[in-house]
């Protein structure tokens, strides 16, 4: 993830970030520390919102093949002829898809007021199927604002009060056509319900409309990825505007192969359970780097992938993989029977053997750190492009008291598969080699 890159993919990088110039030392040399610096308080990840010019079956798909409920939506059906939204709702993650109206019927204000007609069509037609927000929610939507513009954001929606102030939203820019939304409530009124209903304006969906019985396990957003050109003014910006501290690295040493490879930074908020990993691609391998690739269809950066946290990833993966060819999600092939005969070794204290066994059937990928471990596995590209996909984990260990004597999983306990990298990428390598025989026998005329 360097900001100089050289045609040597091993040399150092090194990133200059404002006034200040940091070497990427690679996972083995970095030293994590928390500075404890936000800028406004964060609470957490509240929801990834998807532009689309079709939400109705974009929402179904989504619901269908993760197990996530539609419980919300503003549509026709609500008296919204802007846009139509539906909201997806597992555990505490909540996923959004937004597709415009046509702007000759629209006579309604629109139930998320950062919405525009031509910015929406723009991005889908640049970007395909992609992320357009990633909202998290804080103490003060309007000081979290101000605060982020002051320190260099730039504004991409003012403040926003919704339905006499019971909630906030504002948004500034993140990379690429990708925002960062700010969502806050009136305590007494979040008391009562409000998120219930996602924001002012939504209604909840009649039982019959969703599919209520869905729960595959899913439980929260672990981390949102963003792949850009060069690391560095990213990570500089983002650092500078929200406080949040580097929680690890990567270069092309750690997580590359001999064809391709990245380098990655990870970005966190005090508490450490909002997490934005930034990768870049690195040059002079065999083969470009998939990094690169996501940049040319996705016309610039966004977001890579989501990671998904399951409370039972063999539950999880179950119900998934029974609707891989049914409307759900294809997932990269699973690496060679090697790599779990050596299973046991790595990973034998944490996992039984039934478990690594069912690790195996499912194609499920597990690494560790020095202070827990991670189950992983990653789907092929959700849309037309060969851009973002999902990521499916389950966290094992760090488990802390907070102040109060509660326990709770420290964020990014095991790391993110920095042992598994060369394993995804393969796969990743030998997707693309599959598109590119099809290019290559099916020539443009």
């Known amino acids: 993830m360097g900001g100089q890159v050289t045609d040597d993919a091993t040399a150092p990088t090194t990133l200059t970030t404002g006034m200040e110039s940091f070497h990427l030392v690679g996972y083995a040399n970095f030293v994590r520390a928390n500075p404890k610096s936000d800028r406004f308080k964060v609470k957490k990840f509240h929801h990834i919102e998807f532009w689309c010019l079709d939400a109705t079956n974009a929402a179904r798909r989504f619901s269908w093949g993760l197990g996530m409920p539609i419980v919300a939506k503003s549509d026709l059906s609500t008296g919204n002829s802007t846009h139509a939204s539906y909201l997806l709702r597992s555990g505490d993650f909540s996923l959004l898809f937004t597709a415009p109206y046509s702007p000759t019927i629209s006579s309604s204000s629109p139930s998320i007021p950062t919405f525009d007609f031509s910015a929406c069509r723009s991005f889908c037609y640049s970007h395909g199927l992609a992320v357009r927000s990633i909202a998290i929610e804080v103490d003060d939507a309007q000081q979290a604002f101000s605060t982020s513009v002051a320190n260099g954001a730039k504004p ?28 806050s409530y009136n305590n007494t009124e979040q008391e009562e319900g409000i ?81 934005f990993p930034l990768n870049e691609p690195v040059y002079g391998t065999k083969r470009k780097s998939q990094i690169q ?43 060679p029977p090697t790599y779990y005969r050596n299973l046991k070794n790595r990973a034998g204290d944490v996992l039984t053997d039934e478990q690594i066994k069912e690790c195996e059937e499912l194609g499920i990928l597990v690494d560790r750190d020095d202070q827990g471990t991670l189950l992983q596995i990653f789907t092929k590209p959700v849309g037309d492009r060969p851009t ?47 598109l590119e025989a099809k290019c290559i026998t099916h020539p443009a005329t």
């Open 293 to 335: 690739t996501y940049l040319e269809h996705n016309e610039g950066p966004g977001v890579q992938h989501l990671a998904l946290m399951s409370e039972d990833i063999f539950r999880t993966l179950k119900e998934m993989r029974k609707r891989s060819g049914l409307g759900g999600f294809e997932f990269m092939p699973s690496p």
């Open 156 to 183: 991409s929606s003012p403040p926003i009060l919704l339905d006499h102030g019971r909630a906030v939203i504002a948004e500034v820019h993140l990379y690429g056509d990708v925002v960062l939304r700010y969502i």
């Open 388 to 434: 973002i996909f999902i990521e499916i984990i389950q966290r094992v260990g760090c488990v802390v008291e907070d102040n109060t004597g509660k326990p709770y999983q420290k964020g990014g306990c095991g790391g993110f598969g920095k042992g598994n990298f060369s394993e995804l990428f393969k796969s990743i390598e030998d997707y693309e080699k599959t």
């Open 195 to 275: 998120d219930s209903r996602f924001l002012p304006g939504f209604e909840p969906m009649e039982e019959t409309s969703s599919y209520p019985l869905l729960d595959f396990g899913i439980r929260r957003l672990d981390h949102a990825v963003g792949n850009v050109p060069v690391l560095a003014p990213v990570v500089d910006y983002l650092k500078g505007f929200t406080g949040f501290h580097e929680f690890a690295e990567f270069t092309a040493d750690d997580v590359g192969t001999s064809e391709s490879g990245l380098n990655s930074v990870v970005l966190a908020n005090n508490d450490e359970m909002v997490l």
